[in-house]
């Protein structure tokens, strides 16, 4: 496995979070990694290839990386459920599905107020069971990352599915480009990226509802892409490094990333301690001295 060492370049004195040192590359000769995932049932990490219409398995026991699905709908981003389902967004079906516990495939969303989504890009399950999501239009663009089509909804705006009926709810309409999201981990707070902009946004939430939407954060370098939290509330967030902010919007800590950007990352392992990185063609990890919140 091939190591490159690496070290955190410190903004703030309160960051205090310890590597082992070094970057494992676990997979390399993707076109454009995306969506990581961790499945601790099975000790694995699933990402999406996304221009290759493939998603792949890393497994955590032996190192192997094989093929878990594809074709595969051009899927970006993806998250577990309570139940550890798998919730899925796909570029070119252009709707957000959950993979069944048998393997079959249950299409959650494809349409708001009867039209089809542009392209669903990353989503996050709250505790209540409703999948909040994010719709830019990279999947429609081109055929590269999805199909050429032309949109039928009037912008990129973030919406969230009702567990219980299942309706789809607008809960966000002022974005340029939304793209991943994260909780806080009491989840009064959802953080979300706005690409075209350049920054992360917060939100309170209340229930089903979204408010305030202030800047939290500017990007110091290259476009925000995925979302996740730590344990401690400490935002990290993939652009053209890793970058990690205080709960109050600070720039704590710099992971440099060696690709030119960055597109997603998750936290997994037993202990969500690993820190997996999906960058340009590759996928890195680095073992942490802080845990991942439970908001995958």
């Known amino acids: 496995m091939q190591t490159t060492p690496v070290s955190f370049d410190v903004h703030d004195k309160r960051f205090d979070v310890s590597g082992d040192g070094y970057l494992e590359c ?75 516990l048998d393997g079959s495939v249950t299409v959650l969303a494809d349409r708001w107020d009867g039209k089809r989504f542009n392209s669903p890009n990353d989503a996050v399950v709250s505790a209540d069971g409703a999948v909040w999501f994010t719709d830019p239009p990279y999947g429609i663009t081109s055929d590269y990352e999805g199909h050429r089509a032309s949109p ?27 793209n991943g999201l994260a909780f806080s981990p009491d989840e009064r707070r959802l953080y979300i990226a706005d690409t075209a902009r350049g920054h992360i946004r917060s939100f309170a939430v209340d229930g089903a509802a979204l408010s305030g939407g202030e800047v939290f954060a500017e990007s110091p370098g290259g476009n925000f892409d995925g979302l996740r939290t730590d344990v401690e509330g400490r935002v990290w967030a993939a652009a053209a490094d890793v970058f990690c902010f205080h709960p109050d919007g600070t720039p704590l800590a710099t992971l440099p990333i060696p690709q030119p950007a960055v597109s997603n990352l998750v936290f997994g392992g037993p202990k969500r301690n690993r820190l997996f990185v999906c960058a340009t063609d590759s996928v890195y990890s680095l073992l942490l001295s802080t845990n991942g919140a439970w908001r995958l």
């Open 26 to 100: 676990l997979f390399s000769g993707g076109r454009w990694t995306e969506g990581p995932v961790y499945v601790p049932s099975g000790r694995y990490l699933l990402f999406s290839d996304i221009p290759n219409d493939r998603m792949l398995r890393w497994d955590e026991t032996d190192g192997s990386v094989s093929v878990f699905r594809s074709p595969a709908g051009y899927t970006n981003g993806h998250t577990l459920d309570r139940q550890g389902r798998l919730v899925s967004c796909e570029q070119g079906a252009r709707r957000v599905t959950r993979t069944e």
């Open 152 to 178: 039928e909804i009037d912008g990129c705006h973030v919406y969230r599915i009702d567990p219980a009926s299942g309706e789809v709810e607008r809960v966000a309409d002022d974005f340029g480009r939304p």
